[in-house]
């Protein structure tokens, strides 16, 4: 799989929105871009994918850059419920029967209240 | 509809002991997975199935086995319990191949092993 850059942290105030970018400068056509998040001690949920164009659905809004070597997770209002880890990935047809979600660290985001 | 459903919630070893980590999904999904997170890290596959009968080894697979007779369970298998296995285990399952399917999560299962 293509890898993926996101920085380690971030920080939002409740009631704002949360840009969270994701780099992945050697995503190749076929690679969709998933989003998911973990909450404090439960699993991983998905939270939104794209391919080429941006993307809205009730949790969130992805923005795929035009080259497609970045995207970004927008939260339109965080609330406190949003603090998790959240992980931006690439899905391509050449993983091993698609079993092969790479999670790296991911992005640790806090939400002040 | 309960989705991916994990057991136990905790589990305290003993070195070289040996434990089922169960595993259930009720969305009939072909493909079932297991990862291990530790601290401060991301997700690691240890093995996962593409249907009833078809296991394979994921990133990390020593010291785990798995085996897959129906659709719904894929245990994980700790054949004897080392502190290195020490770590949170989820249990994930999605409807097929497609790279534009969703993963489904179990809630974990915190594992030490002392």
């Known amino acids: 799989d293509a890898k993926t850059t996101q920085p380690n942290s971030m920080e939002s105030n409740e009631e704002e929105p949360v840009h969270l970018p994701c780099n992945h400068s050697?995503?190749?056509?076929?690679?969709?871009i998933h989003w998911y998040r973990q909450l404090p001690s439960q699993g991983p949920e998905y939270v939104i994918h794209?391919?080429?164009s941006n993307v809205n659905n009730r949790m969130a809004s992805l923005a795929i850059a035009e080259d497609r070597k970045s995207s970004t997770l927008i939260l339109h209002r965080a609330t406190l419920r949003d603090a998790a880890v959240y992980y931006c990935?690439?899905?391509?047809?050449?993983?091993?029967?698609?079993?092969?979600?790479?999670f790296g660290p991911g992005t640790r985001l806090s939400v002040l209240p | 509809n309960a989705g991916v459903t994990q057991t136990p919630k905790f589990q305290v070893l003993k070195t070289g002991q040996s434990m089922t980590l169960q595993c259930a999904q009720d969305?009939?999904?072909?493909?079932m997975s297991w990862y291990r997170q530790d601290p401060g890290m991301g997700l690691r596959l240890i093995h996962y199935?593409?249907?009833?009968?078809?296991?394979d080894q994921g990133e990390v697979p020593n010291g785990y086995n798995v085996s897959r007779s129906t659709t719904e369970d894929f245990p994980l298998r700790l054949l004897s319990a080392a502190p290195s296995q020490t770590s949170v285990y989820f249990c994930?399952?999605?409807?097929?191949?497609?790279?534009?399917?969703?993963?489904?999560f179990g809630s974990g299962t915190q594992l030490s092993v002392l």
């Open positions: 994930a399952s999605r409807y097929g191949p497609s790279t534009n399917e969703k993963l489904f």
């Open positions: 050697t995503i190749s056509g076929t690679d969709y």
């Open positions: 794209g391919l080429t």
């Open positions: 990935i690439l899905r391509g047809p050449g993983d091993n029967y698609g079993q092969n979600f790479v």
């Open positions: 969305m009939n999904h072909e493909y």
């Open positions: 199935s593409v249907g009833a009968g078809i296991t």
